[in-house]
């Protein structure tokens, strides 16, 4: 799932903000290819590996289209009398915060759900 999405970001998606970002900072993929190996192989949790790889797609595409209108609503809030810094505040992007949260909620989703099935196992 990592790999794909790290393809799909450099063949096709890489003149959308983030996508972009991903395809030139692969090394952030393949890390998080490592933690969700890691997981799996050391550690022996595929499920929240699982969880941390749909988190890893599905928030970069929330954080695209979400940090998109994010960004179109607070430009709309910018009026001529603001001075540049605020103006900056007001166009920041907010894509790769949103992805890494996703990322981080859908991993401690992941070892919630995993420890709840390690439990129920044990209890039965």
């Known amino acids: 799932i990592i790999f794909g999405m790290l393809l799909a970001a450099r063949l096709w998606l890489s003149g959308i903000y983030l996508f972009g970002w991903m395809a030139m900072q692969w090394q952030a993929s393949v ?3 490592c933690v969700a190996a890691g997981l799996i192989l050391l550690a022996d949790r595929p499920l929240p590996a699982l969880f941390l790889a749909v988190g890893h797609t ?8 979400l940090g998109d209108w994010l960004r179109a609503w607070d430009s ?18 907010h894509g790769f915060f949103l992805w890494v949260a996703a990322m981080l909620l859908c991993l401690a989703a992941g070892f ?10 044990n209890q039965a």
């Not at 709309?76 to 992007?93: C, F, K, N, S």
């Not at 919630?112 to 196992?121: C, E, H, I, L, N």
């Open 58 to 65: 599905a928030g970069a595409f929330v954080g695209q289209y």
């Open 31 to 33: 890390l998080v290819w």
């Open 112 to 121: 919630a759900v995993d420890r709840a099935r390690r439990t129920s196992k």
């Open 76 to 93: 709309a809030r910018i009026a001529p009398d603001m001075t540049a810094g605020q103006v900056a505040q007001l166009e920041q992007h």
